[in-house]
């Protein structure tokens, strides 16, 4: 443990990708079950790096897969999370009036995260939650990994993105990418949402219902979702993916203190970096795999909004 003079864990996470030369090694720091306990990622040489700013969004080794960064482990009910508002933002259990979080409902049913490099900002309102008028939550963009293997805290794999839920919370946007581990012996048949009904029935439904439910136990009502609870498809979710990462350029380069008004920790040194070839590819390939907005994807000649024209385009550059 790092800070009482001994020496602290170490836990080797190496990117998913080859020749990035962003070999991670993933710090335990203070006790476990502690207010002090972090999770931190450094390089070899201990330099620290940020999972939310530092570790690249698009997989350069997968083509078309994206990281995904594990903040809670599947059959886990620590509820981890990154600190978005600490320096190197690592990663802690949250705390509600000092006391060290879990779910009360029981441990979760996937691995879940969040993608790096985005952002749900506050202040935008997604087209097709107009009628709700909610803004995003102020996190990095939340995913469901919905394969075989237990992942670890801040373990980072590369995914294949399948769908979407919205789900509306204490009056913000909270966004639920459905994803699959693009190592998982499953991930060949899944290329999408519908493909996740006919391979792995009920799998969707459990997600949502735990989702809508876990806050019960506190003695909150049942969350709501905004869609009509629909989970969409991969290029409707593909198009949620590249405004949050724009969203997430946006404040790295903010002028106007977005930073300071969300309390979030952003190094003024990333500005320099949106220029490099990681950042670039990043930005690219979302927008090369994203769609457009929900009413012209119901507008598509015989389409359903969770497969939309989109889709074989999205199915293309994720089946592998």
Same mark, same amino acid.
């Given at each position: 443990?790092?800070?009482? #003079?001994?020496?602290?864990? $170490?836990?080797?996470?190496?990117?998913?990708?080859? #020749?990035?030369?962003? %070999?991670?090694?993933?710090?335990?720091?203070?006790?476990?079950?502690? +207010?002090?306990?972090?999770?931190?990622?450094?390089?070899?040489?201990?330099?620290?790096?940020?999972?939310?700013?530092?570790?690249?969004?698009?997989?350069?080794?997968?083509?078309?897969?994206?990281?995904?960064?594990?903040?809670?482990?599947?059959?886990?009910?620590?509820?981890?999370?990154?600190?978005?508002?600490?320096?190197?933002?690592?990663?802690?259990?949250?705390?509600?009036?000092?006391?060290?979080?879990?779910?009360?409902?029981?441990?979760?049913?996937?691995?879940?995260? *969040?993608?790096?490099?985005?952002?749900? %900002?506050?202040?935008?309102?997604?087209?097709?939650?107009?009628?709700? #008028?909610?803004?995003?939550?102020?996190?990095?963009?939340?995913? *469901?990994?919905?394969?075989?293997?237990? *992942?670890?805290?801040?373990?980072? $794999?590369?995914?294949?993105v399948l769908g979407v839920l919205c789900m509306i919370d204490d009056g913000e946007a909270d966004w639920k990418v459905v994803v699959i581990d693009a190592a998982d012996p499953w991930a060949p048949l899944l290329n999408d949402i519908e493909d996740v009904d006919t391979h792995l029935p009920n799998i969707l439904h459990n997600i949502r219902e735990?989702?809508?439910?876990?806050?019960?136990?506190?003695?909150?009502?049942?969350?709501?979702?905004? +869609?009509?609870?629909?989970?969409?498809?991969?290029?409707?979710?593909?198009?949620?993916?590249?405004?949050?990462?724009?969203?997430?350029?946006?404040?790295?380069?903010?002028?106007?203190?977005?930073? +300071?008004?969300?309390?979030?920790?952003?190094?003024?040194?990333?500005?320099?970096?949106?220029?490099?070839?990681?950042?670039?590819?990043?930005?690219?390939?979302?927008?090369?795999?994203?769609?457009?907005? +929900?009413?012209?994807?119901?507008?598509?000649?015989?389409?359903?909004?969770?497969?939309?024209?989109?889709?074989?385009?999205?199915? %293309?550059?994720?089946?592998?």
């Amino acid at each position: 443990v790092e800070g009482d #003079g001994s020496k602290p864990e $170490r836990r080797s996470s190496r990117l998913p990708r080859s #020749g990035s030369k962003m %070999d991670m090694t993933l710090i335990e720091l203070n006790e476990k079950d502690t +207010l002090d306990y972090r999770v931190q990622a450094k390089r070899d040489d201990g330099e620290v790096l940020s999972l939310w700013h530092d570790v690249p969004l698009t997989s350069e080794e997968v083509p078309g897969a994206l990281h995904f960064i594990c903040e809670i482990p599947r059959c886990s009910r620590k509820k981890y999370e990154i600190a978005t508002d600490e320096d190197g933002t690592p990663i802690k259990q949250d705390e509600k009036k000092g006391k060290l979080r879990e779910f009360k409902k029981g441990d979760i049913l996937f691995n879940y995260g *969040c993608f790096p490099r985005t952002w749900e %900002d506050p202040d935008f309102i997604h087209p097709d939650l107009r009628e709700e #008028g909610v803004g995003g939550d102020n996190d990095p963009l939340d995913v *469901c990994e919905i394969g075989l293997r237990i *992942c670890e805290v801040g373990e980072v $794999r590369a995914v294949k993105v399948l769908g979407v839920l919205c789900m509306i919370d204490d009056g913000e946007a909270d966004w639920k990418v459905v994803v699959i581990d693009a190592a998982d012996p499953w991930a060949p048949l899944l290329n999408d949402i519908e493909d996740v009904d006919t391979h792995l029935p009920n799998i969707l439904h459990n997600i949502r219902e735990w989702f809508r439910t876990y806050k019960i136990p506190d003695g909150k009502p049942p969350n709501v979702f905004g +869609l009509q609870e629909r989970f969409m498809n991969a290029a409707y979710a593909m198009n949620v993916v590249q405004e949050t990462h724009d969203a997430w350029k946006e404040l790295v380069i903010s002028k106007n203190g977005e930073k +300071l008004k969300h309390n979030l920790s952003v190094p003024d040194k990333l500005k320099g970096r949106l220029d490099d070839a990681d950042v670039q590819r990043d930005t690219g390939m979302v927008k090369k795999l994203s769609n457009n907005k +929900l009413s012209e994807l119901d507008r598509s000649a015989g389409t359903d909004p969770m497969m939309g024209e989109g889709a074989e385009m999205a199915e %293309d550059a994720l089946s592998f």
